[in-house]
């Protein structure tokens, strides 16, 4: 994949996480898992005592990870992406799965991702949101 396409492909990435306007996109981390017609992202927000979680939004965010998994050119595809916005620029760390033990729970290595970023804050997870068939109805 030419250099210069990859590039966009990444910019896009950021350009979705800065649709989330109720924080700054200064302080962010994306962590996720990919592999064929499957994307898992997780995305954090640096606070000054916490971090906070923020549900993404799998059309925007998804399908960008998805581009950008799909045009990897070489046969070694990697299946998670660490993905920080910090000071005005992104860093990202691709691992592949022969990097990935077997033994862990995705959910410690994105708490350890986190951690490895963000230092010991503790998380704060919103409510889940009320199953799509479910009315809700304010009064």
């Known amino acids: 994949m ?16 800065a649709e989330d306007k109720e924080y700054p996109i200064d302080g962010t981390l994306l962590y996720a898992m990919l592999d064929y017609n499957m994307v898992g992202p997780s995305i954090f927000k640096e606070s000054e005592n916490h971090i906070i979680y923020r549900w993404p939004d799998l ?9 950008l998994w799909e045009a990897q050119a070489d046969e070694r595809a990697w299946s998670e992406i660490e ?4 000071d005005g ?10 990097e990935i033990d077997p033994e862990e729970s995705w959910e410690d290595r994105r708490d350890r991702v986190v951690k490895r970023h963000f230092g010991d804050k503790p998380i ?6 009320p199953p799509d068939d ?3 109805f304010e009064l």
């Open 2 to 17: 030419p250099a210069n396409n990859h590039e966009e492909l990444l910019l896009d990435v950021a350009k979705a996480l």
């Open 134 to 136: 479910e009315n809700v």
């Open 89 to 98: 620029k992104f860093e990202v760390t691709y691992t592949y799965p022969d």
């Open 83 to 86: 993905y920080l916005i910090r």
């Open 124 to 129: 704060v997870y919103p409510p889940w949101p």
């Open 59 to 67: 059309n925007r965010v998804g399908n960008a990870l998805l581009r």
